[in-house]
Nanobody, 119 residues
Framework: QVQLVESGGGLVQAGGSLRLSCTASGSSFSFYTMGWYRQATGKQRELVAA???????NYADSVKGRFTLSRDNAKNTVYLQMNSLKPEDTAVYYC?????????????WGQGTQVTVSS
């Protein structure tokens, strides 16, 4: 199985920055699609950003221009650089690995890390 370990969450004031990291186990990391999702209290989980093995990226409209997703395949790690944080960014952030096999995929999830942005 794929195991994901997250770090970098915490408490920050509005306008500040945080960098989240997610390190994955597995032998084929470069072929995983990696993503960050978040879930605020009382709301549904939403996609924040995703990055394919070839490093093409997609971002939610709410974070474009503020967040940057990157990956280091040699370290089996993805990074989410979050700048200009807003109170509405407060949520539990979950790392996701999507492992494609033919036309099917399996999803693996990290334990979640809390990001709190104070006003």
């Amino acid at each position: 199985q794929v195991q994901l370990v997250e770090s970098g969450g915490g408490l920050v004031q509005a306008g500040g920055s945080l960098r989240l990291s997610c390190t994955a186990s597995g032998s084929s990391f470069s072929f995983y699609t990696m993503g960050w999702y978040r879930q605020a209290t009382g709301k549904q989980r939403e996609l924040v950003a995703a990055i394919a093995g070839g490093s093409s990226t997609n971002y939610a409209d709410s974070v474009k221009g503020r967040f940057t997703l990157s990956r280091d395949n040699a370290k089996n790690t993805v990074y989410l650089q979050m700048n200009s944080l807003k109170p509405e960014d407060t949520a539990v952030y979950y790392c996701n690995a999507r492992v494609w096999r033919w036309s099917r995929y399996d999803d693996y999830w990290g334990q979640g890390t809390q990001v709190t942005v104070s006003s």
